[in-house]
C-alpha cells in the first residue's frame, strides 16, 4: 500500500465530502455492521503488490476519492426512436422515474449525413434512433427538458459536429449560456471504420473533425466531453475484453497526438476526454478490465503525453451492457444478465450506465422493458450495498492479479498498433477488423460446439409460445419527416443557407474552423444532409472495398 498517498487522499476525501453531500453519511450493513469508506491492506502483513488510493494516480481503484459514497453514477439511459416528438416522451418519462441523465440513439441516416427524404434513407427514418434533419426537430427533441440541468450524450459520429452545433443553437434560442452546457457527443470515428460502419469521409479527414470540435469545445464549451472513445462497438462486434482497453487506449492515444499536432496543449483538452466501454457476462473479468484501463491510460498519459493536471489522467468512462449477449429466445433471462454486467461496471467505478432492456434482441425498448432497466440500476445503487465502499473488490487476490494480467497482455497489444504506426494506420490496414472477426469467430465456434453455454439459446432451451410485446415504429414517421423537409425548404432563406454551404465547403478546403459555420448553419435552418454533403464534395467518401 502507497501509505505516503493516505493524508492527500484524506485530504481529497474531505473537500469531495463537502462538494456532494447528497448522500448520507454513515453506512452499515443490515445487521449494524459499520463500513468504512476504505479498505486497505493490513501494514503488519506482506502484500506482494501495492494497492494505491481512489481518487490518485494510478487512479486503479476510482477517479474520486469517495466514489458513489459522494454521489452515485449517472444513470442514462439510451434512447430515441420515431420522430423528435415521440422520443421527447420517452426521455421525459425516463427522467420522471428517476434516471439521471439523457443519451441519444439517433436513426442511421442521420448518424450518415443523410436526410430523411434522401433516396439511400427509404425504409429506415426513425428505425434504429430518432430522425433529426434540422435545428426544428432538435428542438422538438429537448422540450421541457433543462438543457442547464441535465447531462445530454448523444452517440453519433461522423456527423457528431452538426448534431453539436445544433444543440448549441437550441440552448442560444431557448437563452441558455452555451458554456453552461454539460454532456458528451461520441465523436468517436476511428471506430467506425473498425467495428461499426458510419463512416462518411476517409479517415483522415474525419480526424480533422475530431479535433476541429475539441478546439471549439475548448474555447466555448468547457463543460463537455468532446469525444467518447468507444471500446464498446469494438467488444458488441466480437472483440475479447483484452482487445476492447487495447485498441479503445489505442484509439484515444492517436486522438491525443492529433490534437496536439494542431497545437493544442495536452492538459488544454485532455481533461475532457471520456471514454465508453461494455459489460459482459462475466463479472470478474469485466471489473478487472475496468481497473486495468484507468491504470494503463494514466500511466500513458504522464509518461508518453507529459500531462500535468491529474484530471488529464483520470480515465471517466460510461458503461453500457452487452447488447451482443441478448437473446431472442427466453427473453426474460436477459433481466439477469443485465444486472449482473451492471454489477460489474459499478465493482469496477464506471461515472454513468446504461442498462439493456431485455427485450433489444426483438425490437427497441417498450416504456415496461425501459422502465424495469432503469429499475435495475436503481435496485443495485439502493439495495446491494456494494455503492457503500470505495473498489470493494480491491484486495481479493482473484481481481489484482487479474487486473495485472488484464494490464499486461493490453500493453502488448497496444506496443504492437503503435509498432504498426497506430491506430489510425492500423485502422487503415485492416488490423483492428481483422483481430476482431478472429475473435468473433472463436467465440461463435464455441458457442457451437457447446464448449460455451448461453442458456436458452445452446442449453435449457424451451419451445417458448408467449412472445413479449414489441415496439413498432409506425411508417407514417418517414411520410412526415419529408412533409416537414418539404415546408421547411419553401420557408427558409435559401439564399443564405446556400452562401453559407459554400463557406462550409471553403472553409474545409483552407483546413479552417468548421463549429461556427456549422452553428450559423443550423441557425438558417440548413439541414444535416446539406451541411454533410456540403463537406462530401471536398472530402468525398471513404470506400473500404
Not at 453539436?164 to 465523436?187: E, H, W
Request: aromatic content about 10%; some cysteine.
Amino acid at each position: 500500500m502507497k501509505l505516503g498517498q493516505k493524508n492527500e487522499w484524506l485530504n481529497n476525501l474531505e473537500k469531495v465530502t463537502s462538494t456532494f453531500p447528497e448522500r448520507k453519511k454513515e453506512f452499515k450493513t443490515e445487521s449494524g455492521i459499520n463500513l468504512k469508506a476504505l479498505y486497505e491492506p493490513d501494514p503488519n502483513l506482506n502484500y506482494e503488490e501495492e494497492i494505491s488510493y481512489p481518487g490518485l494516480f494510478p487512479f486503479t481503484r476510482g477517479v474520486q476519492p469517495n466514489m458513489y459514497r459522494g454521489r452515485f453514477w449517472t444513470m442514462r439511459q439510451y434512447a430515441g426512436f420515431g420522430d423528435a416528438e415521440e422520443s421527447n416522451r420517452r426521455y421525459r418519462y425516463l427522467l420522471e422515474k428517476g434516471q439521471t441523465g439523457l443519451s441519444v440513439a439517433f436513426d442511421l441516416p442521420t448518424q450518415m449525413g443523410y436526410d430523411s427524404d434522401n433516396s439511400l434513407a427509404i425504409g429506415e427514418v426513425g428505425k434504429v434512433g430518432v430522425a433529426i434533419d434540422s435545428l426544428k426537430d432538435m428542438e422538438t427533441l429537448f422540450e421541457n427538458i433543462p438543457l442547464d440541468k441535465v447531462s445530454t450524450s448523444m452517440t453519433i459520429n461522423s456527423t457528431a459536429p452538426m448534431i453539436l452545433a445544433m444543440y448549441i443553437a437550441v440552448a442560444k434560442r431557448r437563452g441558455f449560456d452555451p458554456s453552461s452546457l454539460n454532456g458528451t457527443v461520441q465523436n468517436d470515428i476511428l471506430k467506425e471504420y473498425a467495428a461499426r460502419g458510419t463512416y462518411i469521409y476517409p479517415p483522415r479527414q474525419s480526424m480533422r473533425l475530431v479535433t476541429d470540435l475539441f478546439a471549439y469545445c475548448k474555447d466555448h464549451i468547457p463543460k463537455w466531453n468532446t469525444i467518447s472513445i468507444s471500446g464498446y462497438h469494438i467488444r458488441e462486434a466480437g472483440a475479447t475484453a483484452v482487445q476492447e482497453i487495447a485498441f479503445t487506449l489505442s484509439d484515444a492515444i492517436e486522438y491525443v497526438q492529433a490534437a496536439i499536432e494542431t497545437g493544442m496543449e495536452v492538459d488544454d483538452f485532455a481533461p475532457r476526454l471520456a471514454f465508453f466501454f461494455n459489460a459482459h457476462n462475466n463479472l470478474f473479468e469485466e471489473t478487472a478490465k475496468f481497473r486495468a484501463a484507468r491504470r494503463i491510460w494514466a500511466r500513458i498519459m504522464k509518461e508518453r503525453f507529459g500531462a500535468k493536471n491529474p484530471k488529464s489522467m483520470m480515465l471517466r468512462f460510461h458503461t453500457q451492457t452487452a447488447g451482443s449477449t441478448l437473446t431472442a429466445q427466453q427473453p426474460e433471462n436477459n433481466t439477469i444478465r443485465v444486472a449482473i454486467q451492471a454489477l460489474s461496471a459499478v465493482l469496477g467505478g464506471t461515472q454513468s450506465l446504461h442498462t439493456n432492456s431485455f427485450d433489444e434482441a426483438l425490437s427497441l425498448p417498450t416504456e415496461r422493458a425501459a422502465l424495469l432497466a432503469l429499475r435495475t440500476q436503481q435496485i443495485i445503487a439502493h439495495e446491494s450495498g456494494v455503492a457503500d465502499v470505495v473498489d470493494p473488490l480491491a484486495g481479493s487476490y482473484f481481481v489484482e492479479k487479474l487486473t495485472d494480467q488484464i494490464e499486461v497482455e493490453a500493453e502488448k497489444l497496444i506496443r504492437t498498433i503503435n509498432d504498426m504506426g497506430g491506430a489510425l494506420s492500423a485502422v487503415e490496414k485492416g488490423f483492428y477488423s481483422d483481430e476482431i472477426a478472429l475473435s468473433a469467430y472463436n467465440y461463435q465456434k464455441m458457442m457451437e460446439d457447446g464448449e460455451k453455454i448461453v442458456v436458452g439459446l445452446n442449453k435449457f432451451e424451451i419451445d417458448d409460445k408467449i412472445k413479449p410485446e414489441i415496439l413498432a415504429i409506425d411508417k407514417k414517421v418517414e411520410y412526415n419527416q419529408k412533409e416537414k423537409l418539404k415546408k421547411l425548404r419553401n420557408e427558409r432563406d435559401n439564399d443564405r443557407v446556400n452562401s453559407i454551404l459554400k463557406d462550409i465547403q471553403t472553409a474545409a478546403q483552407k483546413s479552417e474552423p468548421l463549429m461556427p459555420l456549422f452553428i450559423d448553419a443550423s441557425e438558417c435552418l440548413a439541414t444535416l444532409g446539406e451541411m454533410a454533403n456540403a463537406l462530401r464534395k471536398e472530402f468525398g467518401e471513404y470506400d473500404n472495398m
